[in-house]
């Protein structure tokens, strides 16, 4: 499968704990982007990285978020001292750099606190 | 930063009637527009997208226009069928910065 992949697909883990989530790009795209989503509502964005360098954070990341891309291939979503208002769907999507390119998303990964 | 704003957040129609979501934008930076299908419990896959350089693109039933000075964008999915019922997302994007994603209209076509 060259699409972009997510792991794991669920979590459910209990307030305070912490988690991380891993995104595989698709191989050839140099960003990579994060996004959270409620049910309901359209795709948050959360966070962006263009090779290795993270370009933007939304201020939906508060400080219990931390993202990294630490060789400009695959990147880790970790949030600290989990809360029941993290559960959601954490989405990830990957495109060329070049303006106006099609991002393709992952499965997501559903977290539920509990 | 960029706001989109999309409308209706819930659209049912007849099989094949045409339905059409609306979504405006506040970036007047922002020159591309893509438009997403999310069935339930997949991922948001691409359908359709335009650049501000042209005002309209078709592709078989769907279809997209942009007006710029106006700042707005529709959807257009012509002879709806059971398979097109889904939520669909507008985004835009300067390139520059991250899709900024509408709420979604969830699209039911009743056979």
């Known amino acids: 499968d060259t699409g972009v992949s997510q792991n794991p697909r669920h979590k459910i883990t209990k307030r305070g704990q912490n988690v991380t989530f891993r995104c595989d790009p698709i191989?050839?795209?140099?960003?990579l982007y994060w996004y959270r989503q409620t049910l309901g509502q359209g795709p948050e964005f959360l966070t962006y990285?263009?090779?290795?360098?993270?370009?933007?954070k939304s201020r939906l990341l508060s400080d219990r978020f931390s993202a990294e891309r630490p060789k400009g291939s695959f990147s880790t979503l970790e949030i600290q001292r989990t809360e029941q208002g993290d559960s959601a769907m954490y989405l990830c999507?990957?495109?060329?750099?070049?303006?106006?390119?099609?991002?393709?998303f992952g499965q997501g990964t559903r977290l539920t606190v509990v | 930063g960029e706001n989109v704003e999309q409308h209706p957040s819930t659209l049912s129609v007849q099989e094949g009637d045409s339905a059409v979501i609306k979504c405006t934008y506040s970036?007047?930076?922002?020159?591309?527009f893509p438009w997403y299908k999310q069935e339930l419990g997949k991922r948001p896959q691409l359908i359709i997208d335009?650049?501000?350089?042209?005002g309209e693109k078709k592709d078989q039933r769907i279809a997209v226009t942009l007006n710029k000075t106006a700042k707005h964008f529709s959807l257009h999915i012509t002879e709806t069928q059971p398979e097109d019922s889904a939520v669909y997302f507008c985004?835009?994007?300067?390139?520059?910065?991250?899709?900024?994603f509408g709420k979604g209209t969830r699209l039911s076509v009743i056979a």
């Open positions: 999507a990957s495109s060329l750099r070049v303006t106006g390119t099609e991002a393709f």
């Open positions: 191989s050839e795209h140099n960003r």
């Open positions: 990285f263009q090779n290795e360098a993270q370009l933007e």
């Open positions: 970036d007047s930076a922002s020159n591309y």
């Open positions: 335009i650049r501000s350089n042209v």
């Open positions: 985004a835009a994007t300067s390139g520059n910065t991250p899709l900024v």
